[in-house]
């Protein structure tokens, strides 16, 4: 993960991948998930993204891991939240009622610092990847989280026509990283109207990640 290229992104607010309001494919399909009031949601590489208030406003429980430390800071502010910030290992954690943080190396995370988990949510996090880290990471999302279902969402384009992040993701490589642990199911793909970023054509799937 180029640590630098993130921070350097939020250090001059080139954050156009941060949405105005929670995701409406997260809003239309994480019942999907079947998880119950009170489940501990995981969100890995969070930003400051509006759909933890959207977890968090509808009974959930969210932990996060996040590299840059800014956008934590601005997630709790904009949470109108005081965390409780500690040391744990190589990491920070930020924690309150019902949210925890991971700032640092997400490969540093071990399944202790996280706790327990009853779903993944991944927006931001196999798309941001380069692809030679995408298997590295996929393998160690379900160590730290014991398989836990997933909801994915990926996008699909020609990635000569744009460089990443996000990332193209094709569903065979979805099927290479997955399909081992889970039973996998695609819920929906739909074209992104005017492209991805109004620079090429691009397909957004959201998936359903179950242990079989």
């Known amino acids: 993960m180029d640590a630098g290229f993130w921070r350097k992104r939020w250090g001059n607010n080139e954050i156009a991948f941060h949405e105005s309001e929670a995701n409406p494919l997260l809003v239309k399909y994480f019942k999907a998930l ?7 949601v995981f969100v890995p590489l969070c930003g400051k993204t509006l759909d933890i208030a959207w977890l968090l406003s509808n009974g959930f429980r969210v932990a996060g891991a996040e590299l840059v430390e800014t ?22 954690q930020y924690s309150a009622k019902n949210i925890d943080i991971l700032v640092g190396d997400i490969f540093a995370i071990s399944s202790t610092m996280l ?53 193209s993701i094709s569903n065979e490589e979805v099927n290479q990283h997955y399909r081992d642990s889970y039973d996998l199911t695609l819920i929906t793909s739909k074209n992104i109207s005017g492209g991805l970023k109004g620079k090429c054509p691009a397909t957004e799937n959201v998936w359903l990640l179950k242990r079989g």
């Open 115 to 167: 706790g327990p988990v009853d779903a993944i949510y991944d927006r931001a996090a196999l798309v941001a990847l380069f692809e030679e880290m995408r298997h590295r990471y996929a393998a160690h999302l379900m160590d730290i989280t014991d398989k836990a279902p997933q909801l994915l969402l990926t996008y699909e384009y020609d990635q000569n026509l744009m460089e990443g992040p996000p990332f």
């Open 71 to 92: 956008a934590i800071k601005q997630l709790f502010m904009e949470l109108r939240v005081e965390p409780k910030i500690s040391a744990d290992g190589k990491l920070k």
């Open 34 to 40: 079947s998880l119950a009031e009170g489940g501990r």
